[in-house]
């Protein structure tokens, strides 16, 4: 055999050992594909090789989206440390994800402030706005990212006004965290800086302005790539900052204005924006979704308890009037869109459970029940506090 014959003998068997290898790799990826994230960060442990297609930012990317699986109910106290309480959505007995946020040493506690498609973003609980530390928790992976300190200006009190986590793992690796921050006075009106830190630069970045005062800063939500932030009164100005452009927009108000203070709840589900407003003593209310465009607020589901009131008579505090906003206890902790509507479900809270409520068939099940006793119609948590779980792969 002449030489030339050798080289290309070589050439084809290294050509075929590569797509054998590529066809491998295809096959595993696959299979990896249609496991669950548990397995999955077993499985890393295996080889380098494993290790190497898990951690592949475009597996990570293709194995998300992943539905809500349960909801983080943050329980606080000026007493003690905050603590978890953890139920999934199924109804089903599970290990809870996490029971207390101890992934780092913060001798203040530590509390949840945001969550966002898998990642929680967390804070000091007890410290002032000089000393307290953010993080960047993934409850799936217990890894964490401690944010860089922010610049808090001087000589204004109540300096951050909220903190949001902006992350969207089917566009991008990265995620954003945005920052409210009080930076002066103007004819007796606050005055805010907007700033944003990148997990792909890992420093901050101050953006835009604005003096709008009567926004609720604390509770931001990201959806359709902006962080949105209802009004405090019932007619104002809602914003969204968009985190590409880096602009603020105006949101409208919904048919019957804003109420953030009663029974209400303002989400993102599966990439849906969500507004329930339950107006006075009734069970019966409407869940509004808002258009990709901003053009509106339209009617998704209407909601009727009656049935649930009917199984739970505790849910009626007889020794209030019926025409109450409050004769009726419940609160709304979530609302989770599924891939079909008749998958959509809203979670409540009535006392001693929640419950899982689906909008098409009107059906209901208990899927919590919670620890103490509770009599009178009172609720075991007087907040609506809930962070949605979402099993995820992403790095911090």
Known sequence: ????????RVDYEAQSSAQITASIDDLLTAIFLRLPIKSLLRFELVSKHWHSLITNPTFRRLHNPNPATGLF???????????IEYFPFSGLKSKPPLRKLKFAKDSSGIKIVHSCNGL????????????RKYYV???TTNKFLVLPKLDIQSGVSSKIRGMSLAFDPAKSPYYKVVSVQVYGLDYGEYKYQIEVYSSDTGSWRKCCKTSKARVNFENGVYWNGSIHWTSNGIRGDSLYFNTNNQKLGIMPTPPFGWDCINNYY?????DHLHYVKV?????????????????EWFVKYNVDLSSIVSAYPEMIRSYIRPTSSSYYAFLIFAMVRGEKDEDSFLVLQVPGK??????????FETICEFAGVVSGGALNYVSTDGFQYIESLCCV
Do not use: T
């Open 354 to 363: 929640a419950v899982k409520y689906n909008f098409v068939y009107q059906s």
């Open 266 to 270: 303002f989400g993102e589900s599966s």
């Open 137 to 139: 928790h993934n409850p």
């Open 279 to 295: 107006n006075g003593p009734g069970l019966k209310f409407d869940v509004y979704e808002m258009r990709r465009d901003y053009s």
């Open 73 to 83: 109910l943050h329980c606080l106290s000026y007493r003690a440390r905050p603590w």
């Open 1 to 8: 055999m002449n030489i030339k014959a050798k080289v290309s």
């Open 120 to 131: 929680l973003l967390c804070s000091s609980f007890k410290a002032r706005d000089h000393n």
